[in-house]
């Protein structure tokens, strides 16, 4: 590489080639072969998990559903009976379990060591779990290459709480989605009652909120807005509105 060297004359008198290293890197790497990455981060319930396939969909592009990842190694830990006290063995059941999504279905289907689990994943008890697993740093780093390897061409969507700021941080397009943490409860309980589950409202914002809270204050990847976010709050407002907020922010595919 072309290295830039001052001369005597100082400011100014730059002699030779002058190459700004980060430019130099991405040169190197042909930034015309690097996918683009739209991130969306936000809490539960913010509606993150919808909007992100529907665009992923219309994009073409590929979708990360990286809460799956640590809801999959939550219930591998729970089907190999761990102690949930012993970090250890959740970072060597972070490792060894298998992770397999099946995206050509109406709903992302997700495979844990083969088995679909999707039904388990999707249960309250497993968000809980996922989001307790989720704060232990060394899981974290064990998951964070294998996100990163869903970033292909022509292009990811990736959804959690830290794909704009930890694991895509060079993404182009960053997206932070929320809404009152009521609002969210109330649609995670519509959405149980469709699938003919019956919960407590009260509790299931109880849950809400203390999932928020472990979330945001753990001090390895907290969930918060990336300082380049477009912050969109989703209370009040229907998903098809939500998707067209996200998608006037990416670049009009040519005709
Ligand atoms: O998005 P979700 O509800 O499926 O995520 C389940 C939990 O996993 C969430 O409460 C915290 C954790 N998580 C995380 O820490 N980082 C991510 N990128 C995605 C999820």
Known sequence: MQKASVGAGGAGSWSGAVVDPHN????????????????????????????????????????????AMYRAVGVAAGWANLDLADPAALVRCTFDTQIGFVEDTPELRVL??????????????????????????????ALKERQRAFRELPGLVADGRDMGTVIFPDASYKVFLTASAEERAQRRHKQLKDKGVSVNFDDLLREIMARDARDAQRTVAPLK???DAVLIDTTGIGIDDVVARVMDLLPVPAA
């Open 24 to 67: 130099a890197r991405m040169n190197n790497e042909n930034p015309s072969s690097i996918p683009p990455v739209l991130t969306i981060d936000g809490p539960s319930g913010s509606g993150k998990g919808t909007v992100s396939r529907m665009v992923a969909q219309r994009l073409g592009w590929h979708y990360l559903d990286s809460g």
């Open 112 to 141: 844990v060591n083969g088995v679909d689990a999707t039904d388990e994943l999707r249960l309250e008890t497993t968000g809980a779990l996922a989001s307790a697993i989720a704060a232990i740093p060394e899981v974290r780093a």
């Open 225 to 227: 807005p990336a300082d």
